[in-house]
């Protein structure tokens, strides 16, 4: 049986998948995220669930100005158990009185907009220059 719950203790990011980006390593995630949580509870929601003792998916969020963005969702199981991590993190926004969330996906959006209702918003674009000499 899968839980899904709210976390507030920061050993949870030894336990996460992170995926590192362009800017930053899965270590430097996992440690941002970590200290996030420790020093600044109040504007980071992490919403991880278990499957007995192992986590089987997870979703962040982080209160920006006027959104949350959310951040490093992961799962391994059905996508129902991703909408209600989704779900918990709106309720958490909803709360702090925010009413829009946004997020980067390396995925078709299509994708996540017939699985979870997003809309695209913005296209994030790239040009690789080579290695600089």
């Not at 391994?76 to 709106?90: I, P, Q, R």
């Not at 969330?101 to 790239?126: D, Q």
Request: proline share 2%; with cysteine.
């Amino acid at each position: 049986m899968i839980e899904i719950v709210r976390v507030v203790d920061s050993k949870i990011v030894f336990l996460m998948h992170f995926f590192g980006d362009d800017d930053s390593t899965e270590e430097e995630d996992r440690m941002s995220l970590a200290g996030l949580m420790k020093n600044s509870p109040d504007n980071v929601c992490v919403i991880v669930g278990y499957d007995s003792n192992e986590v089987v998916c997870h979703v962040c969020g982080k209160r920006d100005e006027e959104w949350v963005w959310v951040y490093n969702a992961w799962s391994k199981v059905e996508a129902k158990y991703s909408a209600e991590c989704f779900e918990m993190v709106k309720n958490w926004a909803k709360k702090l009185g925010i009413n829009q969330l946004r997020c980067e996906t390396y995925h078709r959006p299509e994708v996540m907009k017939r699985a979870f209702g997003w809309e695209k918003y913005s296209t994030i674009m790239k040009l690789d220059l080579g290695i600089a000499q």
